[in-house]
C-alpha cells in the first residue's frame, strides 16, 4: 500500500497578485512562504519518509527540504508546475487582456487546450500518470520501500512518499488519483500553499483508483481561533 503525502510549496514574492507562475520563472520563497515551510515541517516533524520528492522548481524545493531536515531530495520534472507559455508571469486579468477570447475558451475545457506556447491540463495529467504509475509500484526506484526502519516496517499504510510541487500540478493529481475529469480541476480543487493532501493506492492500484484521505489541510498555517482553512 502506498500513502502519498503531497504539499504544495509556500508563498513568494510573485504570489501576491497572484499569477501564472509554472517553469519559465524560478523564484524563491518569500519571507512569509519560509514561515509557512518552517510550520509545515512542524506539522510533519517525526513522521517517517520512504522517499521525498520534488518539483525541480526553487519554491519547491526549498519548503520541502524544510521539511526534510538533512533527508534526501529527490528532483523529478514531472512535478513541475504546468508550463503556462506565454501567460508566464501575468496575472488572470493581464492574461484576459492578451487574448480575451482564447482564455474564455480555455477556461471552459483547460484540459484540451494549451497554454499559448504551454502546456494543457491533459499534458500536465499525463506526466502526473506517469510518476504515480512508478509510485504506486513496489519494485520500482522511486517506489520501493527504503528498507529496514522504513515506515513499510510494521505499518499498516506500508509505503509513505512525501512530494512537494504546485498548485494546478496538484489539483490535476488529484483528478487523475480520483478519476475526475481533468477539465474540471480549476473548479473542484483548492489546494492552498503549505497545504497537506494525503492520498492512497492499495496493492495492485492504478493510478485512478487513489483513495483521498485527506485534502488542502492547512490548519498548521491557521492562528488560534481562526477556522482551519483559508
Excluded at 514574492?13 to 514561515?35: F, K, T
Excluded at 510533519?44 to 520528492?53: N, Q, S
Excluded at 506556447?117 to 517506489?143: H, K, M, Q, Y
Aim: hydrophobic share 40%; charged share 25%; glycine share 12%.
Amino acid at each position: 500500500m502506498l500513502t502519498l503525502v503531497f504539499v504544495r510549496h509556500g508563498l513568494t514574492e510573485r504570489s501576491i497578485p497572484e499569477q501564472h507562475l509554472g517553469q519559465r520563472i524560478d523564484v524563491p520563497l518569500s519571507s512569509d512562504g519560509l514561515r509557512q515551510a518552517h510550520a509545515l515541517e512542524r506539522r510533519l516533524h517525526g513522521v517517517p519518509f520512504d522517499r521525498i520528492v520534488s518539483s525541480p522548481l526553487s519554491r519547491a524545493r526549498e519548503t520541502v527540504e524544510i521539511v526534510a531536515a538533512g533527508r534526501p531530495v529527490i528532483g523529478d520534472v514531472r512535478l513541475a508546475e504546468m508550463d503556462y507559455g506565454e501567460w508566464e508571469g501575468h496575472t488572470r486579468d493581464e492574461v484576459l487582456g492578451l487574448h480575451p477570447g482564447f482564455r474564455a475558451k480555455w477556461e471552459g475545457d483547460p484540459a484540451a487546450l494549451r497554454c499559448p506556447g504551454g502546456e494543457s491540463g491533459n499534458d500536465v495529467a499525463r506526466r502526473v500518470g506517469s510518476l504515480l504509475r512508478e509510485l504506486i509500484d513496489p519494485g520500482s526506484a522511486l517506489g520501493r520501500a527504503a528498507g529496514p526502519g522504513s515506515p513499510a516496517g510494521g505499518e499498516e499504510d506500508g509505503r509513505r512518499i512525501l512530494a512537494a510541487s504546485h498548485s494546478t500540478l496538484g489539483r490535476i493529481l488529484c483528478c487523475v488519483a480520483l478519476g475526475v475529469p481533468v477539465r474540471e480541476f480549476r473548479r473542484r480543487f483548492l489546494l492552498d500553499q503549505a497545504g497537506i493532501t494525503v492520498l492512497r493506492w492499495r496493492d495492485g492500484a492504478a493510478p485512478e483508483d487513489g483513495e483521498l484521505i485527506l485534502l488542502n489541510d492547512a490548519a498548521h498555517l491557521r492562528r488560534r481561533g481562526e477556522v482551519p482553512w483559508g
